[in-house]
């Protein structure tokens, strides 16, 4: 980001960076910088909250007026509300069968969750006007018979043209995540942890991924294996042993 | 979060030590007033309009988004999956600020908003970034905007 912003500076645009990572921008030195105290993912911080997300970005705005070059970097001084639980938030359900169980058994039970989860998914699109799942261009339900079809050893091809199989997994696999968390968020202000311990630690859909990117560790193909090792389950959430 | 001491040790030493090009010239635009700006966003969300290509892995290009994108017609193809996407799911002002912008067009206190923004896939080489963003400035000027808020993740 600060590299981007001394690209277009050198041609005569004035830039001012979010940044997320004070020392990226230190080393860097972009002309201008606003450091702020936010979980990464949220430059401007808390979701629904206009005046904090106005202070924000009129902070980072009011350096385009001030002295203070060629390179300045100010702290924004406030941590993100929402950073914190919301110890009222109950997840839409806790479900019964995790863990344990076989690739079959994982795969019924990723089908059957996501089904269960429309309900929930449908009250988080009245709630937020918005869904962003769709990067695999495929339905929900595809999305979940093409991961269980990956879990029980069929190597399905890739249902999109211009898609390869690994990078249509990968999509898949987001637009599921995506799908989970919003639903497990229709009600209440969790936490981004709050819903990451849910669908990491509670969810079929979880303990699904889990188990997908243990077995294609293993797979021949080289691209499915970086893919499975890197950008499917967070590093934060991976289980060692 | 996020100061480096809330994240994994080996992500903040990651993030901390990332290499980053080391530019010999300070560039230092000014203009004028705020309300005589034009804004636009750049991301580097890996962002992309609902039904146009994804970002694949580390594309060194851009996408457009228009100033007239519905809310739920932006989606995020970032590769990275260690950050958090909730708030982004909940709000896209929380990445992509533009309904903050056009509040801010309107009372008067920013001049306009960009007809068209744009997002980049952040965990591209910078330097492979360049002539793209160079390509930017252009189409940037060619809509009058002079300035840019650039919003990571």
């Given at each position: ?215 294609l560790l293993a797979h021949a193909d080289e691209r499915l294996r970086l893919i499975v090792a890197n950008f499917m389950v967070p590093g934060a959430r991976l289980r060692t042993g | 979060m996020t100061r480096l001491t809330d994240l994994a040790p080996d992500q903040a030493k990651r993030l901390a030590e990332l290499e980053c090009p080391d530019f010999e010239t300070r560039p230092w635009v000014t203009g004028p007033v705020l309300s005589e700006r034009r804004v636009a966003i750049v991301s580097s969300a890996g962002l992309v309009v609902r039904g146009a290509d994804p970002f694949r892995g580390r594309d060194p290009d851009y996408r457009a988004i228009p100033s007239t994108v519905a809310a739920g017609d932006l989606l995020c193809s970032h590769i990275s999956i260690n950050f958090d996407r ?68």
């Open positions: 980001m600060s590299a981007l912003g001394h690209y277009l500076e050198e041609d005569g645009i004035a830039t001012v960076a979010i940044a997320l990572i004070r020392p990226q921008a230190e080393n860097t030195r972009p002309p201008r910088a606003l450091w702020v105290p936010f979980e990464l993912g949220r430059p401007f911080g808390p979701p629904s909250d206009v005046a904090f997300q106005k202070r924000v970005l009129l902070s980072a705005l009011g350096m385009l007026v001030e002295g203070g070059g060629p390179t300045r970097i100010i702290d924004f001084p406030d941590d993100d509300p929402r950073a914190q639980p919301d110890l009222t938030w109950k997840p839409p359900f806790v479900s019964a069968a995790v863990g344990g169980g076989d690739v079959e058994a994982l795969a019924v039970g990723l089908r059957a969750e996501v089904l269960s989860l429309q309900d929930a998914h449908q009250r988080w699109m009245a709630r937020h006007g918005r869904s962003t799942v769709g990067l695999s261009g495929l339905s929900i339900a595809a999305c979940a018979q093409y991961v269980a079809d990956w879990l029980t050893g069929k190597a399905p091809p890739s249902p999109r043209d211009g898609f390869s199989a690994p990078l249509i997994l990968r999509f898949a696999v987001d637009d599921l995540k995506a799908y989970c968390l919003e639903a497990a968020g229709e009600t209440g202000e969790p936490s981004s942890r709050q819903l990451g311990d849910w669908l990491w630690n509670q969810t079929a859909t979880g303990e699904a991924l889990h188990a997908l990117r243990q077995l | 909730t708030g982004f799911q909940e709000d896209w002002n929380v990445v992509f600020p533009l309904d903050r912008l056009n509040e801010l067009a309107s009372e008067g206190t920013i001049g306009s908003v960009a007809a068209t923004h744009y997002s980049f896939m952040g965990a591209t080489d910078p330097i492979q970034m360049e002539p793209y963003a160079r390509e930017l400035a252009g189409r940037l000027k060619a809509d009058s905007v002079d300035a840019v808020v650039l919003s990571p993740v």
